[in-house]
């Protein structure tokens, strides 16, 4: 089944304590797209500048996503740079250069509108909002924020939360928007604000999913060495949503191995700067780490 994104692609300039790389390819919607592309076709909605390099979209399109929805205007591509502490958990960002992006109102293409899956990645809520008016019964839509929103925008984002099914943000933003540091209660509290279900995607500890009385949780692959952390959330969310899509259904036990596979694809992008793991990766690979997730996580009830 199709699964639209609506989000940033850009360049990024990224340093962490393994080194640098300058403005390669990043953007919210293009790790979602890369990591759910392993699984179904996307339909990506964006906006690039006349700069992007053309290769890259070569490159979606060669992993099955349809650009019909990516608008490239006369101008320069977003640019975001961050730097990454000793601590990867933490990390600041150095610049925010909006661009092309500043003016960005999502269309989405009519061979869009009937899409099963929908996902709005981290952009302004009034923008989500108009994707949401623009599809026509969808099965399942989930939406990512930020601090950014959560404490600018925060009654454009209730109006929003109020029409998401699903949200997947990390535990950072969970507690600013529910103003409780402990993630039961937080999720708690979102779970009034609106949405059925929550996924808190928690770093190096993993993901917990909260749903009325469920909850349910899966550790990160535990990895020798991260390389880079950025758009690991996105690609958990790519691999999750991806994977339903090609389901086309959401029950309790393909959400559950939905959330496993898109533990899987966050995996894989720490691995490397930007979206250089990816590139490279395979659906055996992320098959046999997916069933290393069984061995990580069972035991014997005596
Ligand atoms: P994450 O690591 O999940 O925060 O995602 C990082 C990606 O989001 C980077 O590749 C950036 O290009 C992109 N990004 C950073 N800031 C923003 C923003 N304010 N709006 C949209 N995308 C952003």
């Known amino acids: 089944m199709s699964l639209v994104v609506v989000g940033s692609v850009a360049l990024d300039t990224l340093e962490t304590p393994h080194g640098r790389a300058d403005e390669v390819l990043g953007g919210a919607a293009t790790y979602f797209a890369i990591a759910a592309s392993f699984f179904t076709p996307v339909q990506l909605v964006a906006v690039v500048g006349d700069d992007f390099p053309p290769k890259e979209l070569d490159w979606l399109s060669s992993r099955g996503i ?12 977003l640019r975001w740079s961050g730097r990454y502490h000793e601590d990867m958990n933490v990390r600041d960002t150095l610049s925010f250069e909006a661009n092309v992006f500043q003016t960005f109102a999502p269309e989405l293409p009519e ?4 899409a099963e899956f929908v996902f709005l990645a981290n952009i302004a809520p009034t923008l989500q909002a108009r994707v949401l008016d623009q599809s026509r019964n969808p099965i399942l839509v989930a939406a990512d924020t930020m601090n950014y929103y959560i404490e600018g925008a925060r009654a454009d984002l209730d109006a929003l939360l109020r029409r998401v099914p699903l949200l997947m ?3 950072e933003e969970a507690r600013l928007l529910s103003g409780e540091r402990n993630m039961v209660r937080a999720a708690r509290r979102i779970l009034d604000m609106g949405p059925r279900s929550l996924m808190i995607k928690r770093g190096e500890y993993g993901v ?6 469920t909850v349910f ?4 692959y535990p990895l020798e060495q991260v390389f880079d952390p950025t758009g690991a959330g996105d690609a958990f969310a790519g ?6 899509a090609s389901c086309g259904e959401v029950s309790p036990a393909s959400l559950r191995r939905a959330i496993v596979y898109g533990s899987v694809l966050a995996s894989f992008t720490v691995e490397a700067f930007s979206l250089e793991r990816l590139r490279a990766l395979t659906r055996e690979e992320i098959d046999q780490r997916y069933r290393q997730f069984v061995s990580l996580t069972t035991f014997d009830v005596l």
């Open 66 to 77: 349809d650009l019909a929805g990516l608008e490239v205007r006369p101008g320069r591509s």
């Open 111 to 114: 061979s869009y509108r009937d």
């Open 169 to 171: 943000i990390n535990d």
């Open 208 to 213: 917990l999913y909260f749903s009325g009385d």
């Open 217 to 220: 949780a899966v550790p990160a």
């Open 239 to 244: 691999g999750t949503m991806g994977y339903l």
